[in-house]
């Protein structure tokens, strides 16, 4: 069983278009993450949860809302996509969110046309 | 920006060379990590060192840790075709609860 689960593995869509991104992980974790990872290869935390609670929210633009409905699951939703969009979007977790080891998925590229 | 720098940002070596990558930081941190991650995959962690701690070994890998200079370094040794990957320093920093910043990476390519 994969650890940390994310789909779809990629994306293909029209700028303005809505899309959502959806994680799972079968860890027991308490903690989850958003992270961008651009072309050049950096890698930004956008959000994390802690048991479904938000906790960090980077300067992200309003048009990214995750939701949490549990704390095994953290789903990403993008209002009105735009070309600079375009990444690999990861979901990591964490045991307890102390800053130990991360478990990260396998990404999910979006490409937005 | 807290990013950490990685130097260097591209390293070719022959198959049973060693491979050093350093890692620099801004601020105090609680521990730094290195993280592996093979081209179209995700990040694999491979080893934490704590603030309080000078060194720390993992099979072929061997990490350093200088807080003086704000420094990390990730050797790994006898190198295989299989270590080709990007190699990525992180770092916990003091009062950023459960924040990881990611530095830029090295890609290390291992020939045979």
């Known amino acids: 069983d994969t650890a940390v689960s994310q789909t779809p593995k990629y994306l293909v869509t029209q700028m303005g278009n809505d899309k959502s991104i959806k994680c799972e992980q079968n860890?027991?974790?308490?903690?989850m993450y958003w992270y961008k990872q651009d072309s050049k290869k950096f890698l930004k935390i956008m959000f994390s949860?802690?048991?479904?609670?938000?906790?960090i929210n980077e300067t992200v633009p309003n048009r990214f809302s995750p939701k949490s409905p549990d704390k095994a699951h953290l789903n990403l939703h993008i209002n009105s996509l735009e070309l600079g969009d375009s990444a690999v979007y990861f979901c990591?977790?964490?045991?307890?969110?102390?800053?130990?080891?991360?478990?990260f998925g396998e990404g999910s590229r979006l490409t937005v046309l | 920006s807290q990013q950490g720098e990685e130097d260097p940002q591209a390293l070719s070596i022959q198959e049973g060379e060693n491979a050093t990558m350093n890692c620099s930081y801004k601020?105090?941190?609680?521990?730094l990590q290195w993280y592996r991650q093979n081209s179209g995959r995700g990040l694999v962690h491979l080893i934490l060192?704590?603030?309080?701690?000078r060194e720390k070994h993992s099979g072929r890998l061997r990490v350093t840790l200088d807080t003086s200079k704000k420094s990390s370094s990730l050797l790994i040794t006898a190198s295989r075709a299989a270590d080709t990957a990007s190699y990525f320093c992180?770092?916990?920093?003091?009062?950023?609860?459960?924040?990881?910043?990611f530095g830029t990476g090295t890609r290390l390519q291992v020939t045979l």
């Open positions: 990591a977790s964490s045991q307890d969110g102390r800053t130990g080891e991360l478990f």
């Open positions: 860890l027991g974790h308490d903690t």
């Open positions: 949860y802690n048991n479904k609670e938000l906790i």
């Open positions: 601020t105090s941190i609680n521990n």
């Open positions: 060192i704590r603030s309080n701690e």
């Open positions: 992180a770092t916990a920093y003091t009062g950023t609860a459960s924040k990881l910043t």
